[in-house]
């Protein structure tokens, strides 16, 4: 199997900042695409950003952008989520997935989870 492993979630003051990471091991899957999406108690979970592995091709929500960065590092098989400038809506379970087909910004496209890793931004 593919295992999807969160980290550097934690508590931070509004307008701090964090950094995610996403590491990836197991067998080979055909996804392109690595995302992230969030989910808050009582809410849908959301679309965050995603990212090709080639690093050429991005997309945010639009709640984020200016904010915050996904990147990868191939040989490490791990994307990143860099989050600045944070606000208390920001708070979330962060969650990151491997794609598999259909609407980058739909949680059932993508066939691979990770755990989650707890964001919250305090005011």
């Known amino acids: 199997q593919v295992q999807l492993v969160e980290s550097g979630g934690g508590l931070v003051q509004a307008g701090g900042s964090l950094r995610l990471s996403c590491a990836a091991s197991?067998?080979?899957?055909?996804?392109?695409?690595m995302g992230w999406f969030r989910q808050a108690p009582g809410k849908e979970r959301e679309f965050v950003t995603a990212i090709h592995w080639s690093g050429g091709i991005t997309y945010y929500t639009d709640s984020v952008k200016g904010r915050f960065t996904i990147s990868r590092d191939t040989a490490k098989n791990t994307v990143y989520l860099q989050m600045n400038s944070l606000k208390p809506e920001d708070t979330a379970v962060y969650y990151c997935?491997?794609?598999?087909?259909?609407?980058?910004?739909?949680?059932?496209?993508?066939?691979?989870w990770g755990q989650g890793t707890q964001v919250t931004v305090s005011s």
């Open positions: 197991g067998r080979t899957f055909s996804s392109n695409f």
């Open positions: 997935a491997a794609h598999g087909s259909g609407s980058i910004r739909q949680p059932r496209s993508y066939e691979y």
